[in-house]
């Protein structure tokens, strides 16, 4: 079936720093790529869409010079999350959108867990 | 606008019982329906969906919904529950036309106790 992998796992950083987030989409084309956000116990947020070569779409209240987003290939998408602060640490998921036909769906990354220090 | 609500913040049920978590939704079209599993810090693990076709959906382990149009739900149900299976569980909808952004529910956590 479908794979997104997502890297780091986990990452620590200091206050000030710049962490980058990546996910990849293994055995398909995704030209739909979702960044989510999750608080503790909390349903997820949709952060931003983006789609392959062009710019993302954030949702209202998301600051797109803090969340840098690239899509700049069929399978590979990143976020970075610039001059950190700890009200970013968070729990980070990306999605991928597989659209053709009876494989229709989304993908997840298995997550990352930013911690700024 | 689309929504789903998930009634229940938390269920609990004994291993070997039937469980089901409720789901219900909003859209201004026909909907695709989705059901994920979130593992503490583990991204979402995809459960079964609903595009069209038979309104019983038969997904993984043992896990199944059913499409109900007139009273907009998607509950998902299991005939007999595993401790394993205690989780932290999401419905989702996108309408079939439009945007192709999921809305999630809040969640429900399910317990399956021994």
């Known amino acids: 079936g479908a794979v997104v992998s997502q890297h780091p796992s986990w990452v620590i950083c200091k206050s000030g720093t710049s962490v980058k987030i990546e996910c990849r989409s293994l055995d398909f084309q995704a030209t739909t790529m979702f960044w989510y956000r999750q608080f503790p116990k909390q349903s997820l947020m949709l952060m931003a869409t983006s789609n392959e070569g062009s710019k993302a779409t954030y949702e209202q209240g998301v600051e797109k010079d803090k969340f840098l987003i690239n899509h700049a290939s069929l399978t590979l998408s990143t976020l970075t999350v610039t001059s950190a602060h700890p009200e970013d640490s968070s729990f980070y998921i990306c999605?991928?959108?597989?659209?053709?036909?009876?494989?229709?769906?989304?993908?997840f990354g298995s997550g990352t867990r930013l911690t700024v220090v | 606008a689309q929504s789903v609500a998930q009634p229940e913040d938390q269920v609990n049920v004994a291993e070997g019982n039937p469980l089901t978590v409720k789901c219900t939704y909003s859209?201004?079209?026909?909907?695709?329906l989705f059901w994920y599993v979130q593992y503490p810090n583990r991204g979402l693990q995809f459960l079964l969906k609903?595009?069209?076709?038979?309104?019983l959906v038969k997904g993984s382990y043992g896990f199944e919904a059913e499409f109900n149009k007139s009273q907009t739900s998607f509950h998902l149900k299991k005939p007999s529950a595993l401790v394993s299976d205690s989780a932290l569980y999401f419905c989702a909808v996108r309408d079939m036309k439009g945007y192709s952004t999921l809305t999630f529910g809040k969640g429900t956590m399910l317990l399956v106790s021994p």
């Open positions: 859209v201004s079209g026909n909907p695709y």
């Open positions: 999605s991928a959108l597989s659209s053709t036909g009876v494989h229709y769906g989304y993908t």
């Open positions: 609903y595009i069209t076709g038979d309104n």
